[in-house]
């Protein structure tokens, strides 16, 4: 039997960060435990606590380690510090509670505003059945007012969407190179922006973690940044924007040993999501047996467009309802020297619903509308001229579609496929291109692509193809079933197929 090469160190990494878990359960019920009532706090939640939780904190840290604890009760807070070996736990019952007063926030070196920050920290964990809450609506409208009455001027407010930009309004969470970080159990609420930030950090595990980030704008649930040996496990995610979001801020770091499994997904934006930001890149990267609901953008986003590198991903067990866009896979140039590299990305067992309309349409505040009214929309992977997509595996794939795309919307022939924007320079998403010529699947700029088990349904009849290859080379297609119709539902243009299926040939077309 063949071995995958991505098996032998996932399930090292796996046993790796198990071994770690369970190590570090262990030390935390043997150290001493810090109450941060006895140094002054309150749990009424009416005055700020910041200075009392602050000392608990600091008295751990000099200990060389403890557990900095909150009973049952709330804790009003403006910027804490985590430190090495300090566990901050909260009680059933507990609520961290972030301070309106915009003023009470601080960040480390270039990471954000957040209430909970660490800089290098060792051995760091915030666990227990608690809460962290930001009362990120509050705070975002408190600092747009403090802009607007000229108190604290943002010089980048967004004046398109009236509203502060991202890096004025705190994260719960700011990480930068931390080491050994552990997340379990608890519930984070409310940011005023992105939830959190993990940056350039090593062994991070975050498992059995409920994310509800539904405030404001930009309200991402996971955001991890250039990171090593990071697992995403049994959480379940309710955001305005992405869900899980990889990113990469430098070219010189890049996401390595990324694992996400068991977790339920739902979005306004993507639910999971390689980039936008991607200058160093994304490598060794495995998700499974992820639940996805009710999301308006792509159930996974793969993208490169800052010249990063992806490589080594691993996709399988993908159930997604009432989704917007099953996959989008991007190599794109927006920035940097030179384009990047996405390759060997692999695609098993996902099941997508993909409905007529807005499928997000039950947040109160919702991603930006397409600029266009459009014809739903299908897969796609695409890169550009001279640079392209490299190997990319689908199998065991099974698409709903509703149909009813209309020509009165946006009818480009196969005879005008040079039509189809190129968007070199473009900000990556699945309505990037405009209204699209296919329905199931779209490649373009592909080297290497091999489908095989893969369904498309339609509820009701569509005018365009099945799937369009554009400008791909060595195509294998294996038992591909779509809707019977009196058109040809497999379109080539300036492609070529390695191995294709005796029955499919009657339902292709040359250009």
């Known amino acids: 039997m063949k071995t995958n090469p991505l098996y032998i160190p996932l399930v090292f990494t796996l046993l790796l960060l198990t071994h770690c878990t369970t190590m570090g359960q262990t030390q935390l019920q043997n150290i001493k435990e810090y109450q941060v009532t006895d140094f002054g706090a309150s749990d009424k939640g009416e005055e700020l606590s910041t200075q009392a939780i602050q000392q608990a904190i600091d008295a751990a840290h000099k200990a060389k380690g403890g557990k900095v604890v909150l009973t049952e009760g709330t804790y009003l807070s403006g910027t804490i510090e985590l430190k090495d070996n300090v566990h901050l736990q909260l009680n059933e019952g507990a609520i961290l ?17 957040a209430l909970i920050v660490a800089k290098e920290a060792n051995n760091i964990s915030i666990t227990g059945k608690g809460t962290i809450d930001g009362q990120g609506r509050k705070l975002a409208l408190a600092i747009d007012s403090l802009h607007h009455i000229g108190e604290r001027i943002d010089p980048k407010y967004n004046k398109k969407r009236m509203r502060p930009n991202e890096l004025h309004r705190p994260e719960l969470i700011n990480l930068l190179r931390c080491t050994n970080v552990n997340f379990s159990n608890v519930t984070l609420k409310s940011s005023a922006s992105w939830l959190q930030t993990i940056e350039q ?13 539904r405030a404001y704008w930009n309200n991402d649930g996971f955001d991890i940044v250039d990171c090593k040996n990071v697992s995403i496990t049994n959480c379940n995610i309710d955001a305005a924007d992405d869900g899980i979001c990889l990113k990469s801020h430098s070219k010189d770091h890049y996401n390595d040993g ?32 992820i639940k996805v609901f009710d999301t308006f953008r792509s159930a996974i986003a793969i993208e490169s467009v800052d010249g990063g590198i992806i490589e080594n991903v691993k996709v399988n067990n ?44 039950d947040y109160d505040l919702r991603g930006p509308e397409v600029n266009f009214f459009h014809n739903p ?13 490299e190997n990319v595996q689908l199998e065991n794939i099974t698409i709903r579609y509703p149909g009813r795309a209309s020509k009165g919307m946006a009818y480009v022939p ?34 290497g692509i091999t489908m095989k088990n893969i369904i498309f349904t339609l509820e009701n009849e569509d005018f365009r193809p099945a799937i369009i290859f554009d ?19 497999i379109i080539l243009k300036d492609a070529s197929i390695n191995s294709i299926d005796e029955e499919l040939l009657q339902q292709l077309e040359k250009l």
């Open 97 to 113: 509670l972030g301070t309106t007063d915009a003023y009470q926030y601080k960040k480390l070196e270039q990471g954000n505003l």
């Open 201 to 213: 950090c090593t062994d991070v595990r975050y498992d059995s973690v409920t994310i509800h980030n």
């Open 258 to 289: 990324i694992y996400i499994a068991n977790c339920t997904i739902r979005s306004s934006a993507s639910a999971i999501k390689f980039g936008t930001a991607s200058l160093g890149g994304f490598k060794n990267v495995t998700i499974e047996n």
């Open 318 to 361: 993908i159930t997604a309802l009432n989704t917007g866009n099953a996959l989008f896979i991007r190599l794109g140039h927006r920035s940097g020297d030179r384009p990047g590299v996405v390759k060997d990305v692999s695609i098993t067992n996902i099941d997508v619903q993909v409905p007529f309309g807005r499928p997000d349409i």
């Open 377 to 389: 929309f299908p897969s796609s992977i695409t890169g550009i001229e001279g640079y392209h997509v």
């Open 414 to 447: 196969l005879s005008r496929l040079n039509q189809v924007k190129e968007e070199v320079k473009g900000y990556p998403e699945f309505s990037m291109f405009g209204e699209l010529p296919a329905y199931g699947l779209y490649v373009r700029h592909v080297t």
């Open 471 to 489: 400008d791909v080379s060595n195509i294998t297609l294996s038992r591909l079933e779509v809707p019977k119709s009196n058109k040809s539902e």
